[in-house]
């Protein structure tokens, strides 16, 4: 049971950090570039605090929940035998 919310908490991060980062990138776009043309850089492009704060921030939070669900899977299972 701790093992699936774990997962569904991963799951959720995961979808908050892809729609945040959708919605800073365009905010970072309307405020930036006044003309109009202006594209979501790609994560791998990012340098520097973008990269911090925008990939691998809530990277670690999915990466550190994705290990809690693992960690207690195995739990369980060894308290099962």
Known sequence: M?????????????????LG????S??????GSP????????PW???GEDLMILVL???AVVA????LACLSGRRAQNSDN
Do not use: E, K, Q
Not at 21 to 24: A, G, H, K, N
Not at 35 to 42: A, E, F, I, Q, R
Not at 64 to 67: E, I, P, R, S, T
């Open 45 to 47: 492009t990012l340098h």
């Open 2 to 18: 701790l093992r699936l919310i774990f997962l569904v908490a991963a799951l959720l991060a995961l979808l908050a950090w892809g």
């Open 26 to 31: 365009g905010l970072a776009c309307a405020f």
């Open 57 to 59: 921030m809530p990277g």
């Open 35 to 42: 003309s109009g043309n202006c594209s979501v850089p790609m």
């Open 21 to 24: 980062y959708l919605w800073i």
């Open 64 to 67: 550190v929940l994705l290990g």
